[in-house]
Structure formats: C-alpha cells, structure tokens
C-alpha cells in the first residue's frame, strides 16, 4: 500500500532503492499470509495492532487528527486489508495481488466522477486490456474458494482505489494522511479481537506469532517507513508508482520457491496484461503532461 507524502527533495543518494525495498517487503505478504496456520480473521489481528502501532511511532510528531474524510478512508483501508487476507487464504497468492492490483483501472472509471476529471482515449484502452486480463483469472478449472477467494481480491482492488481517490480530498490533507493507515489497522484490530482471542484459548505456536510480527512490523509498518522516506527526499510519483509493481510480481514468486504454489498459466497471462497495461497508462500518462498541448 503506496501512501504519497510530499516534502522538499533531498540530496541524499538512492531513494528508489528506498522505494525497491518498501516493494520488495510488500511482496512477502502473500508468503507469511499463506504460512501462517492461522485464518484471515486470527492473523488480522495481530498483523494490524502491530502495523497500527509500529506506524504511530513512525508518524507520531504528525498528530493523529480525524476528519469525515480520513474516517471513510480509515474504513477503506481496513476493508481492503482484510479483503486482501482473506483473498490470499482462499485462491492463490498470484491470483490475490493481481487482481488488488486493478485497483488503478477503478481510480480511471471513477476519477472523472470524483474531481471531473476528462476520461482519454488511453483510459478507455488501458481499462477494456485490464477487465481482459481480469476475466482470465476465471477460466479453467477452478476450485469454489478460487472464485470466492478472486471476488474478494477484485473487491479489496475496489477498496484500494476508493481509498486512494479520497486521499487526494483536500480534506485528507489536513490531517496526517497516515492516521487513516493507523486507524484502519485499529479497525481490523476490532473486528478480529473475537477470532483471535479463540484462536488464543486454542493455542497458537511460536512459528505463527513470529509470523504475526514479520508482518505487522517489518512487512507493513518497516516497509511504510521506508517509501515515505523514499517521498521525503524527493522521488517522483510516477517513480515510486512503477518501482512499486515489483510487488505483484515478486509475491507468487515467493509462494512458488518456498511453498510450491503454482498460479495457472491462464492467472499469469492476465497478471502480465494487467500490468503491463497499467505501467505503460502510467507513462504515456507522465509523457503527456510533459506537453504543453495534450488531449
């Protein structure tokens, strides 16, 4: 999850490496997801308190002010965590992060409507290819959960863009924009407290809670430190955007080499479409701004 803050550039050296690794301690979240033993609900939990509270040291000195905007987005952000979870536990990891990944292809149907933005020719193209790719995730032989497990990744994909236009509210700058990270995770936190204490009466092993704190420490709130730095010092949107889909590439990377999960060659297709569609809108995208008279 990309949150962009805006500060004055630094000089220092190699802040995409900053980006880079914030994208590849993204990446592993479908690994731990899938080998903890734990369910979608249990592992929320601590995953979510830990990120909550690893955040809220990190962004501390920015307050943790609320507004009705940043509330919604709070609200987004935990729906689009779990979804994702539960996403990973059903179908496979490819199939998961692909398919949140089309996040961008609801920001190009809904910007318009959010801030009357003019819909391009480019958008039209770069959303018929990705609602292509999505419908391969679909064919062949699929289990039930496989079909339950793509619905609730295209919902979390949903969420995620829904969230990332509202950030862009004048409002969601007037407070500390990581507050909706924070209380988002507060929210799951909530939600999950009933699973995660029967889990607790059930017993949970050392190897899970360890698990636990990989990825709310290190997977979210380590990772978040690090792309934020890598905005503080100066790296451009665009820059931290491409850099960033070394996530959906590198996750079912991870699942196969260490637990032998095999996405379908139909699910690489569309994961492939998917983003190469969405990197190539994104750079014809910053081409045209470049020029003075674009359409």
């Given at each position: 999850?990309?949150?962009?803050?805006?500060?004055?550039?630094?000089?220092?050296?190699?802040?995409?490496?900053?980006?880079?690794?914030?994208?590849?301690?993204?990446?592993?979240?479908?690994?731990?997801?899938?080998?903890?033993?734990?369910?979608?609900?249990?592992?929320?939990?601590?995953?979510?308190?830990?990120?909550a509270i690893t955040i809220a040291i990190f962004t501390r000195k920015e307050g943790f002010g609320i507004n009705p905007v940043s509330a919604v987005t709070s609200i987004l952000y935990a729906a689009l965590l779990i979804l994702f979870v539960l996403?990973?536990?059903?179908?496979?990891?490819?199939?998961?992060?692909?398919?949140?990944?089309?996040?961008?292809?609801?920001?190009?149907?809904?910007?318009?409507?959010?801030?009357?933005?003019?819909?391009?020719?480019?958008?039209?193209?770069?959303?018929?290819?990705?609602?292509?790719?999505?419908?391969?995730?679909?064919?062949?032989?699929?289990?039930?959960?496989?079909?339950?497990?793509?619905?609730?990744?295209?919902?979390?994909?949903?969420?995620?863009?829904?969230?990332?236009?509202?950030?862009?509210?004048?409002?969601?700058?007037?407070?500390?924009?990581?507050?909706?990270?924070?209380?988002?995770?507060?929210?799951?936190?909530?939600?999950?407290?009933?699973?995660?204490?029967?889990?607790?009466?059930?017993?949970?092993?050392?190897g899970d809670f360890g698990r636990i704190a990989y990825l709310g420490v290190v997977q979210i709130g380590f990772a978040y430190l690090l792309f934020t730095l890598a905005m503080a010092r100066g790296v451009r949107s665009l820059d931290a955007s491409?850099?960033?889909?070394?996530?959906?590439?590198?996750?079912?990377?991870?699942?196969?080499?260490?637990?032998?999960?095999?996405?379908?060659?139909?699910?690489?297709?569309?994961?492939?479409?998917?983003?190469?569609?969405?990197?190539?809108?994104?750079?014809?995208?910053?081409?045209?701004?470049?020029?003075?008279?674009?359409?």
């Open positions: 999850m990309t949150l962009v803050i805006h500060s004055r550039p630094s000089t220092k050296s190699s802040p995409l490496l900053l980006v880079l690794g914030a994208a590849i301690l993204w990446s592993t979240g479908g690994l731990f997801i899938k080998a903890t033993h734990l369910s979608a609900f249990e592992l929320s939990f601590g995953r979510s308190l830990l990120a996403a990973t536990k059903l179908t496979t990891a490819a199939n998961a992060i692909f398919l949140q990944y089309t996040a961008p292809v609801y920001v190009l149907i809904l910007e318009p409507l959010f801030y009357k933005e003019k819909f391009r020719s480019r958008d039209f193209i770069t959303v018929a290819a990705c609602i292509a790719g999505m419908s391969l995730f679909f064919v062949g032989k699929l289990r039930p959960q496989d079909v339950t497990g793509n619905l609730f990744a295209l919902a979390s994909g949903a969420c995620f863009a829904l969230f990332f236009l509202l950030l862009r509210h004048s409002k969601a700058r007037q407070v500390n924009r990581a507050s909706s990270a924070i209380y988002g995770n507060l929210i799951c936190v909530l939600i999950c407290a009933p699973a995660f204490f029967g889990a607790l009466q059930r017993g949970i092993g050392a491409i850099i960033g889909y070394v996530e959906p590439v590198l996750n079912p990377v991870w699942v196969f080499l260490f637990i032998g999960e095999r996405p379908s060659g139909w699910a690489l297709v569309g994961g492939a479409i998917i983003v190469a569609s969405v990197l190539g809108h994104m750079i014809l995208a910053a081409k045209a701004k470049r020029k003075p008279f674009a359409v």
